[in-house]
């Protein structure tokens, strides 16, 4: 089974801190994304990346970063965070680099709280 | 007008009837679509994908797809009170992204 999970299932943090999600998948897959869910929103993509130390922006890469050092491990920066980005932030990974129209495979979520 | 357009619902159906989702896409140029299911505190998952007109059947679920009115659709025969969360309509757009519509909500009672 394909396994994607994220450092935390919630986090408070307040206005200005610098803030990390973690994101680590464990089957070897190229592509990572994360996103944003907020209610009638939808999901919106912030950033993605298809390969080691490479990254595209998405919808939404305002006010946020990201790295991938290693192909398994994909983070979210948040440089200083604002209550404007409270939400549930969700990472995903799928197989062939590259390659959109496949699945992506959904970590639980961070449900974060900036106060 | 959003990439993708869902009716939020909640849709409410019987148990046992058909559930009948439907999705509008702006983008005339994308080919591949998909349907997520999403229960309520948790992160969606994958049950269908759909890349040429017609239907694609899979069990109890159907997605439909019609190209040239930009529509796609997701049909659940004999629905169950467990086919009950949110209906995650994608597609990959412009910039070869996917893209996601708001979600519908359905709830199915016993």
């Known amino acids: 089974d394909v396994k994607v999970t994220q450092s935390s299932r919630y986090l408070v943090k307040r206005t200005g801190e610098k803030v990390f999600l973690e994101c680590v998948q464990d089957m070897d897959h190229e592509n990572m994304f994360w996103y944003r869910q907020d209610p009638g929103l939808g999901l919106r993509l912030i950033y993605f990346s298809y390969d080691v130390k490479m990254k595209e922006k998405g919808d939404i890469p305002e006010g946020y970063s990201v790295s991938r050092e290693k192909k398994e491990r994909f983070s979210l920066i948040l440089e200083s965070a604002s209550t404007n980005q409270t939400s549930m932030y969700l990472c995903a990974s799928s197989p062939n680099k590259g390659v959109w129209g496949e699945t992506q495979y959904f970590g639980p979520g961070t449900r974060l709280l900036v106060l | 007008q959003k990439e993708v357009e869902q009716n939020s619902g909640p849709l409410s159906v019987p148990e046992g009837a058909i559930a009948s989702l439907n999705c509008t896409y702006s983008d005339r140029g994308s080919q591949s679509f998909f349907w997520y299911r999403q229960y309520s505190g948790k992160s969606p998952e994958l049950i269908m994908s759909i890349y040429s007109n017609g239907d694609k059947e899979d069990g109890r679920f159907t997605a439909q797809l019609n190209k040239a009115s930009q529509y796609v659709s997701l049909l659940i025969r004999d629905s169950q009170p467990s086919d009950s969360a949110t209906y995650l309509c994608?597609?990959?757009?412009?910039?070869?992204?996917?893209?996601f519509g708001a979600g519908t909500i359905l709830r199915v009672k016993s």
């Open positions: 994608a597609l990959v757009g412009y910039g070869n992204k996917l893209v």
